[in-house]
Protein backbone atom coordinates (compact mmCIF):
# COMPACT_ATOMS: atom_id res chain seq x y z
CA UNK A 1 0.00 0.00 0.00
CA UNK A 2 1.34 3.91 -0.94
CA UNK A 3 -0.02 6.25 0.82
CA UNK A 4 0.98 9.92 0.30
CA UNK A 5 -0.23 12.89 2.68
CA UNK A 6 0.26 15.65 1.28
CA UNK A 7 0.48 18.86 3.81
CA UNK A 8 1.24 18.52 7.17
CA UNK A 9 -0.64 21.45 8.99
CA UNK A 10 -3.31 21.36 10.87
CA UNK A 11 -5.69 19.10 9.08
CA UNK A 12 -2.71 16.79 8.28
CA UNK A 13 -1.13 16.70 11.72
CA UNK A 14 -4.34 15.70 13.36
CA UNK A 15 -5.14 13.03 10.42
CA UNK A 16 -1.06 11.48 10.48
CA UNK A 17 -0.54 10.15 14.16
CA UNK A 18 -4.41 7.87 14.33
CA UNK A 19 -3.39 6.81 10.45
CA UNK A 20 -0.23 6.04 11.31
CA UNK A 21 -1.11 3.87 14.87
CA UNK A 22 -3.76 1.72 12.57
CA UNK A 23 -1.46 1.00 9.81
CA UNK A 24 1.11 0.69 12.22
CA UNK A 25 -0.72 -2.57 13.64
CA UNK A 26 -3.34 -3.64 10.77
CA UNK A 27 -1.53 -3.57 7.70
CA UNK A 28 1.83 -5.78 6.24
CA UNK A 29 3.83 -3.43 4.24
CA UNK A 30 3.08 0.27 3.70
CA UNK A 31 4.83 3.43 3.02
CA UNK A 32 3.47 6.68 3.53
CA UNK A 33 5.03 9.90 2.11
CA UNK A 34 4.69 13.47 3.44
CA UNK A 35 4.82 15.93 1.16
CA UNK A 36 5.11 19.42 2.37
CA UNK A 37 6.99 22.63 1.31
CA UNK A 38 6.60 24.57 4.49
CA UNK A 39 7.95 24.64 7.83
CA UNK A 40 6.69 24.58 11.24
CA UNK A 41 7.28 27.93 12.99
CA UNK A 42 6.11 28.57 16.57
CA UNK A 43 2.89 30.28 15.78
CA UNK A 44 2.11 26.93 14.58
CA UNK A 45 1.91 25.29 18.10
CA UNK A 46 -1.68 26.62 18.86
CA UNK A 47 -3.34 23.80 15.74
CA UNK A 48 -0.08 21.56 14.91
CA UNK A 49 1.47 18.86 16.49
CA UNK A 50 5.51 18.33 16.45
CA UNK A 51 8.87 18.19 19.07
CA UNK A 52 10.94 20.91 17.01
CA UNK A 53 10.88 23.63 14.15
CA UNK A 54 11.89 22.74 10.62
CA UNK A 55 10.35 21.39 7.48
CA UNK A 56 6.92 20.01 7.86
CA UNK A 57 7.46 16.96 6.22
CA UNK A 58 10.65 15.72 7.32
CA UNK A 59 9.87 16.99 11.02
CA UNK A 60 5.92 14.47 11.69
CA UNK A 61 8.42 11.74 9.33
CA UNK A 62 10.98 11.73 12.00
CA UNK A 63 8.75 11.86 14.85
CA UNK A 64 6.56 9.25 13.31
CA UNK A 65 9.42 7.17 12.77
CA UNK A 66 10.19 6.64 16.45
CA UNK A 67 6.69 5.68 17.25
CA UNK A 68 5.93 3.03 14.35
CA UNK A 69 8.67 1.13 13.52
CA UNK A 70 6.71 -1.04 10.84
CA UNK A 71 5.31 1.45 8.28
CA UNK A 72 8.09 2.84 6.23
CA UNK A 73 7.98 6.66 6.56
CA UNK A 74 9.12 9.34 3.88
CA UNK A 75 9.29 13.05 3.19
CA UNK A 76 9.50 15.43 0.72
CA UNK A 77 10.20 18.90 1.60
CA UNK A 78 8.56 20.82 -1.73
CA UNK A 79 5.27 21.74 -2.60
CA UNK A 80 3.31 20.23 -5.69
CA UNK A 81 3.47 22.30 -8.85
CA UNK A 82 2.80 21.20 -12.39
CA UNK A 83 6.56 19.68 -12.29
CA UNK A 84 6.29 17.76 -9.33
CA UNK A 85 3.35 16.24 -8.93
CA UNK A 86 4.24 13.97 -11.78
CA UNK A 87 6.73 12.30 -9.77
CA UNK A 88 5.22 12.39 -6.20
CA UNK A 89 1.87 11.23 -7.42
CA UNK A 90 1.36 7.90 -8.88
CA UNK A 91 -0.75 5.05 -9.94
CA UNK A 92 -2.21 3.15 -7.18
CA UNK A 93 -1.63 5.94 -4.58
CA UNK A 94 -4.27 6.84 -1.67
CA UNK A 95 -3.84 10.50 -1.47
CA UNK A 96 -4.63 12.50 1.38
CA UNK A 97 -5.04 16.05 0.55
CA UNK A 98 -4.89 18.22 3.55
CA UNK A 99 -3.67 21.49 2.10
CA UNK A 100 -5.37 24.88 2.30
CA UNK A 101 -5.71 26.70 -1.00
CA UNK A 102 -7.63 25.38 -4.07
CA UNK A 103 -4.77 26.20 -6.81
CA UNK A 104 -3.07 22.84 -5.08
CA UNK A 105 -6.84 20.90 -4.88
CA UNK A 106 -7.13 21.99 -9.08
CA UNK A 107 -4.15 20.86 -9.85
CA UNK A 108 -4.26 17.61 -8.17
CA UNK A 109 -7.54 16.94 -9.23
CA UNK A 110 -6.67 17.28 -13.11
CA UNK A 111 -3.69 14.79 -12.52
CA UNK A 112 -5.37 12.64 -10.62
CA UNK A 113 -7.91 12.25 -13.78
CA UNK A 114 -5.10 11.20 -15.59
CA UNK A 115 -4.24 8.24 -13.64
CA UNK A 116 -5.72 5.03 -14.18
CA UNK A 117 -6.21 3.67 -10.18
CA UNK A 118 -6.24 6.52 -7.63
CA UNK A 119 -7.66 6.86 -4.54
CA UNK A 120 -8.12 10.82 -3.48
CA UNK A 121 -9.17 12.08 -0.24
CA UNK A 122 -9.34 15.83 -0.21
CA UNK A 123 -10.58 17.49 3.19
CA UNK A 124 -10.58 21.53 4.27
CA UNK A 125 -12.67 23.77 6.20
CA UNK A 126 -13.26 27.13 7.25
CA UNK A 127 -13.26 28.20 11.07
CA UNK A 128 -16.18 26.39 12.02
CA UNK A 129 -17.19 23.99 9.32
CA UNK A 130 -15.48 21.85 6.33
CA UNK A 131 -15.92 19.20 4.13
CA UNK A 132 -13.92 15.77 2.45
CA UNK A 133 -13.83 14.96 -1.00
CA UNK A 134 -13.77 11.64 -2.66
CA UNK A 135 -12.35 11.22 -5.66
CA UNK A 136 -12.22 7.22 -6.93
CA UNK A 137 -10.91 6.28 -10.13
CA UNK A 138 -10.54 2.43 -11.74
CA UNK A 139 -9.16 0.83 -14.71
CA UNK A 140 -9.52 4.22 -16.13
CA UNK A 141 -12.88 4.93 -15.22
CA UNK A 142 -14.26 7.78 -12.86
CA UNK A 143 -16.22 5.53 -9.72
CA UNK A 144 -17.17 9.20 -8.10
CA UNK A 145 -16.67 12.60 -8.68
CA UNK A 146 -13.31 14.44 -9.31
CA UNK A 147 -12.89 17.10 -6.82
CA UNK A 148 -12.72 19.48 -9.66
CA UNK A 149 -16.51 19.45 -10.47
CA UNK A 150 -19.28 21.92 -11.41
CA UNK A 151 -20.44 21.92 -7.76
CA UNK A 152 -17.14 23.16 -6.63
CA UNK A 153 -16.37 26.51 -9.08
CA UNK A 154 -13.65 27.60 -6.21
CA UNK A 155 -11.41 24.55 -7.24
CA UNK A 156 -12.11 24.42 -10.77
CA UNK A 157 -11.26 28.12 -11.51
CA UNK A 158 -9.45 29.14 -8.11
CA UNK A 159 -8.72 32.69 -7.11
CA UNK A 160 -5.96 31.82 -4.96
CA UNK A 161 -2.39 30.65 -6.14
CA UNK A 162 -0.15 27.79 -5.32
CA UNK A 163 2.10 28.13 -2.16
CA UNK A 164 5.36 27.70 -4.38
CA UNK A 165 4.40 30.55 -6.45
CA UNK A 166 3.55 33.02 -3.35
CA UNK A 167 6.62 35.23 -1.62
CA UNK A 168 8.17 35.02 1.75
CA UNK A 169 5.47 38.02 2.93
CA UNK A 170 2.59 36.09 1.00
CA UNK A 171 3.22 32.61 3.17
CA UNK A 172 2.60 34.58 6.30
CA UNK A 173 -1.13 35.30 5.79
CA UNK A 174 -3.29 32.89 5.84
CA UNK A 175 -7.12 32.43 7.35
CA UNK A 176 -7.81 31.70 11.24
CA UNK A 177 -8.38 28.03 11.54
CA UNK A 178 -9.92 25.96 14.54
CA UNK A 179 -7.94 22.98 15.90
CA UNK A 180 -11.36 21.20 16.70
CA UNK A 181 -12.55 21.97 13.20
CA UNK A 182 -9.38 20.22 11.58
CA UNK A 183 -9.44 17.36 13.74
CA UNK A 184 -13.36 16.74 12.93
CA UNK A 185 -12.08 16.92 8.94
CA UNK A 186 -9.30 14.43 9.59
CA UNK A 187 -11.51 12.18 11.28
CA UNK A 188 -13.84 12.35 8.38
CA UNK A 189 -11.11 11.82 5.98
CA UNK A 190 -9.77 8.89 8.23
CA UNK A 191 -13.54 6.84 7.91
CA UNK A 192 -13.61 7.79 4.48
CA UNK A 193 -10.32 6.02 4.00
CA UNK A 194 -11.65 2.72 5.98
CA UNK A 195 -15.04 2.34 4.26
CA UNK A 196 -12.55 2.82 1.31
CA UNK A 197 -10.73 -0.30 2.67
CA UNK A 198 -13.71 -2.38 3.37
CA UNK A 199 -15.54 -1.19 -0.28
CA UNK A 200 -18.06 0.94 1.01
CA UNK A 201 -17.74 4.08 0.28
CA UNK A 202 -21.14 5.27 -0.79
CA UNK A 203 -20.76 8.99 -1.12
CA UNK A 204 -18.48 11.79 -3.19
CA UNK A 205 -18.31 14.47 0.19
CA UNK A 206 -19.42 15.03 3.79
CA UNK A 207 -20.11 18.52 5.04
CA UNK A 208 -19.24 19.32 8.51
CA UNK A 209 -20.00 21.73 11.11
CA UNK A 210 -18.84 21.95 14.30
CA UNK A 211 -21.42 24.33 16.29
CA UNK A 212 -24.27 22.02 15.39
CA UNK A 213 -22.21 18.64 15.32
CA UNK A 214 -23.97 17.69 11.89
CA UNK A 215 -22.29 15.75 9.26
CA UNK A 216 -24.41 14.81 5.97
CA UNK A 217 -22.68 12.85 2.98
CA UNK A 218 -23.76 13.97 -0.68
CA UNK A 219 -23.86 11.66 -4.28
CA UNK A 220 -22.83 13.45 -6.79
CA UNK A 221 -22.53 10.41 -9.20
CA UNK A 222 -24.78 11.98 -11.77
CA UNK A 223 -21.73 14.06 -12.83
CA UNK A 224 -19.29 11.50 -13.08
CA UNK A 225 -17.64 10.60 -16.63
CA UNK A 226 -15.03 8.32 -17.86
CA UNK A 227 -12.31 9.64 -18.61
Known sequence: ????????????????????????????????T???????????????????????????SEKLKEEFPRVAFKFRPEYLTTTSVEYLLEDNDIIFLCV???????????????????????????YTDGNIQVYLKSAGKNLTSPIANSFHPEIVKPRDRNPADLGCGELIASEPQLIFTNFMIAALMLNA????????????????????????????RQVVNAS
Open 100 to 126: DNHATRKLVSDYCEQLDEVSLISGGND
Open 193 to 220: FYAYLQGEVDYDEVYADILTNNCRAVVR
Open 34 to 60: IIDGDSYEDKNQERQNFHRLGNKAEVA
Open 1 to 32: MKIKVVGAGGIGTALLLPLSRYLNFNEETVTV
